[in-house]
């Protein structure tokens, strides 16, 4: 199995910030990397996917790159509906992947 | 705009199967080629992807769970559904279902099963 290691697994940050967390696979993935937002009860949703690609009625101020075995999730300006736990996500190979989980609070 | 619906019991002793559908709507599942995915989230864990089939119901599974888990499709009824045998606390989970084209694009609100006598 391809193993996804996020980090860092929570995160501090307070309104207008910029975060950013990193992905990483256990080996060359290409593209194939998606990222949700999962918030408490909730199931995730899809915000990113193929690493950049913006899943369609997100705000833009989520954004994605990377490719091969390192990725980055990047809010540009943190929103207070934004708390929640991000996952990343492979689909290379079966059987597809998810990350740990980042938890995201406000300070 | 496709929506998903978990069901079954809440409940299932241990030693049981665990048995769960999946029903789709606003969209046909033998119109659609898509895969149709389970995935698994224990309570304040991360998720588990379980296993995924299609509308002719080829199916993948996890090999951490292949040996247990069956998963049929009822085109008629456009669902889904989901066998886990021979279940353990450690199945105690909220249970997702999913549809996927590599990236899970559409989930259903989940359903809690707790494995206990």
């Known amino acids: 199995d391809i193993q996804m290691t996020q980090s860092p697994s929570s995160l501090s940050a307070s309104v207008g910030d910029r975060v950013t967390i990193t992905c990483q696979a256990s080996?060359?993935?290409?593209?194939?990397l998606n990222w949700y937002q999962q918030k408490p009860g909730k199931a995730p949703k899809l915000l990113i996917y193929?690493?950049?690609d913006l899943e369609t009625g997100v705000p833009s101020r989520f954004s994605g790159s990377g490719s091969g075995t390192e990725f980055t999730f990047t809010i540009s300006s943190l929103h207070p509906e934004d708390v929640a736990t991000y996952y990343c996500q492979q689909y290379d190979n079966l059987p597809y992947t998810f990350g740990q989980g980042t938890k995201l609070e406000i300070k | 705009q496709v929506q998903l619906q978990e069901s079954g019991p809440g409940l299932v002793k241990p030693s049981q199967t665990l048995s769960l559908t999946c029903t789709v709507s606003?969209?046909?599942?033998?119109?659609?080629?898509?895969?149709w995915s389970w995935i698994r989230q224990p309570a304040g864990k991360g998720l588990e992807w379980i296993g995924r089939?299609?509308?002719?119901?080829?199916?993948d599974y996890n090999p951490s769970h292949k040996s247990r888990v069956t998963m049929s499709v009822d085109t008629s009824k456009n669902q889904l559904s989901l066998k886990l045998s021979s279940v353990t606390a450690a199945d105690t989970a909220v249970y997702f279902c999913?549809?996927?084209?590599?990236?899970?694009?559409?989930w259903g609100q989940g359903t809690l099963v707790t494995v206990s006598s």
């Open positions: 606003g969209g046909s599942i033998s119109s659609e080629n898509y895969y």
């Open positions: 193929d690493s950049s």
């Open positions: 080996q060359g993935i290409s593209n194939f």
């Open positions: 999913a549809r996927s084209l590599g990236m899970f694009d559409s």
């Open positions: 089939i299609n509308r002719s119901g080829s199916t």
